[in-house]
């Protein structure tokens, strides 16, 4: 293998984690810059403190090549790329808070000598305009200091496969030494054919927050076709089958559902619409997307109300938490809101995850925990599936309906089978799919609905 840069990162979150363990494995020594104490712990000790498929196993395989640091003032001179993949969550006023970039910008500003070739690299996801902030810093500040501006496009659940197979590798440069340095680190991906998009900063920037928005928005034009399916007796299914095979719109992010979730979504959506008001455009189509996606999550409870009535004493299962399946992260999860929204209403609410019970358990006390999904079963009057884990999707419906006290099924990502659903003599509601009533004769154990 060619000489490879070593590089530094900075956050071992999921975004620096997985760009610290990807580049390790194309051959880069990396120092991982970390200043939480337990998360380098978890490290040294060879864990690595998130779930995130494949990660371990990749880290054990690179974690010689992997150094961590608490500060940049521990970097070796020689590192000229330093990657920023720290948070950067909404603030109260709705803008993205990027003091910790801020910090890690300083820091960096402190303990790099003056002449040496050093670049900051972002991947955290930042508003347009950050990166000339920051080099205007650098200016006032008379550091030396490169900027470059990398998103990450990585996909929760996905980004180990996301890291080596990426759809495309964006760098925004200023033109100097860095926006080079950084392409050749991207070299190995770039020869098995990944795209490159080599533009400005500012251009970068917008590539991330644009990219993220219309997903966003495709999610939530899809559901309002599954709320206008409800009315009329179509299967979104079908129409987004028909639709997505115009290849113009294609198949991908057309699942209706109970809304999205997770921190990007939500985060990027309302970064973009606060950005353009605050430079004086009414983005009104990410109001919508917004307003969409939260009534999204709510219309959960009218389902449940129209067949269970008043929810106060009822006993209502939630079949995963995490914001997607493959992943522990609670952040912006439908969960929450739903769970919220059924505590509120007086139900009782059991509830079962494969790997995020323990997140969970922070930000919805309130909950009662099942240790398998049958148990969160138990005495329930309806379910609703929220994520759609495999071993969800797989359940042994016939089993869970001898545990259930009713008979309602809901589906909130449509991943069930109708027809199996009804069989084991269970009533299903999809979102924006006409509903199938239970096959079992009346009488038959099952009073509920
Ligand atoms: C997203 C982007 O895909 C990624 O490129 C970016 O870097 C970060 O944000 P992620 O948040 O990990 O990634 O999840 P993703 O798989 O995109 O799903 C986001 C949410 O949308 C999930 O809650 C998912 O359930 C929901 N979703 C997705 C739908 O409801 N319908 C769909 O068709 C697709």
């Known amino acids: ?14 975004v620096g984690l997985v760009t610290a363990v990807g580049f390790a494995e194309l051959g880069s020594e990396v120092f991982l810059v970390e200043i939480e104490p337990r998360k380098r712990e978890a490290l040294e000790g060879g864990r690595v403190p998130i779930y995130e498929p494949g990660l371990q196993e990749l880290y054990d395989e690179v974690r010689g090549r992997i150094h961590l640091l608490s500060a940049a003032s521990q970097l070796p001179d020689s590192v000229r790329l330093a990657f920023v993949a720290v948070g950067t969550p909404p603030a109260p006023s709705g803008d993205a808070d990027l003091s910790a970039v801020y910090a ?9 000598p003056r002449g040496a070739e050093r670049a900051v690299v972002m991947k955290s996801t930042v508003p347009c ?12 500040l008379g550091s030396d200091l490169a900027y470059v501006s ?22 925004g440069e200023v033109g100097d030494w860095a926006g080079e340095a950084v392409v050749d680190l991207y070299r190995p991906l770039l020869e098995q054919g990944v795209p490159l998009v080599r533009t400005d900063v500012a251009s970068a920037e917008m590539i991330k927050l644009a990219a993220n928005a219309f997903l966003a928005t495709k999610i939530s034009f899809i559901n309002e076709i599954a709320n206008v399916c ?7 299914l079908e129409v987004a ?33 606060l950005l353009a008001s605050n430079s004086g455009y009414h983005f009104q189509l990410l109001t919508a997307v917004i307003e969409v996606n939260e009534l999204q999550k709510r219309r959960v409870v ?33 969960s929450v809101v739903l769970a919220g929204r059924l505590l509120g209403e007086g139900a009782e609410v059991t509830a079962y995850d494969p790997v995020a019970m323990e997140r969970a358990r922070q930000l919805l006390p309130g909950l009662e925990y099942r240790s398998d999904p049958y148990q969160a079963l138990a005495g329930a009057d309806a379910v609703v599936l929220v994520t759609e884990w495999p071993e969800l999707v797989a359940l042994d419906w016939r089993a869970a309906a001898h545990q259930m006290a009713g008979r309602l099924v809901i589906d909130g990502r449509n991943v069930l089978d109708p027809k199996t659903i009804a069989e084991a003599g269970l009533d299903y509601e999809g979102i924006g799919r006409p509903a199938v009533a239970s096959r079992q004769p009346s009488g038959a154990g099952k009073e509920g609905s």
Not at 129 to 140: N, P, S, V, Y
């Open 241 to 273: 089958r028909g639709m997505g095979l115009d290849h113009r719109i294609g198949t991908a992010f057309l699942r209706a559902g109970i809304g999205y979730g997770g921190s990007c979504f939500t985060k990027d959506v309302s970064a973009l619409k």
């Open 1 to 14: 293998m060619a000489e490879r840069e070593s590089i530094a990162v900075f956050g071992a979150g999921y």
């Open 302 to 334: 009218q389902k449940l109300e129209r067949h269970l009535g008043s929810l106060a004493g009822t006993r209502i299962a939630l079949l995963g938490l995490a914001f997607k399946p493959h992943t522990d992260d609670m952040r912006g999860a439908a």
């Open 150 to 171: 990398c998103p990450e496009f990585l996909r929760e659940g996905n980004a180990v496969e996301d890291f080596f197979a990426p759809d495309r590798v964006v760098v």
């Open 230 to 236: 409800e009315a009329t007796g179509a299967d979104v």
């Open 129 to 140: 305009g950050t990166g000339k902030g920051i080099l205007r810093r650098f200016a006032e």
């Open 104 to 112: 890690v910008v300083d820091d960096l500003v402190t303990h790099t």
